[in-house]
């Protein structure tokens, strides 16, 4: 059973908008809570990097490179996470992971975003 699961990539061209949404159904509550969320990417040949953070007190924390561009925020009670990105650009290309970061931490499979110039 995936325990994060991502969904809403796709094909996108600059200037455009995607969401991105981490349903998290095999985490019981009590982890959900007390975790830490976060949304990572890796585009091809690169190493895995934060785009945003958000901590079990609510408290967000973004890339420079996302700042005023994508907005994280989760939802408690349907233990989820959203990333909404607006003026997306091509290097925003690259699959995107949620990661569950507590005592254990719990990793999505990733979901590809591709923008086009």
């Known amino acids: 059973q995936q325990r994060v699961v991502e969904s809403g990539g796709g094909l996108v061209q600059a200037g455009g908008s995607l969401t991105l949404s981490c349903k998290t159904n095999?985490?019981?509550?009590?982890?959900?809570?007390?975790?830490?969320l976060g949304w990572y990417r890796q585009a091809p040949g690169k190493q895995r990097d934060l785009v945003a953070e958000?901590?079990?007190?609510?408290?967000?924390n973004y890339a420079e490179s996302v700042k005023g561009r994508f907005t994280m925020s989760r939802d408690n009670a349907k233990r989820t996470t959203t990333l909404q990105m607006n003026s997306l650009q091509p290097e925003d290309t690259a699959v995107y992971y949620c990661?569950?970061?507590?005592?254990?931490?719990?990793w999505g499979r990733g979901t590809q975003v591709t923008v086009s110039s």
């Open positions: 095999g985490i019981i509550a009590s982890v959900f809570w007390s975790s830490d």
């Open positions: 958000i901590t079990s007190s609510g408290i967000v």
């Open positions: 990661a569950v970061r507590g005592n254990t931490d719990y």
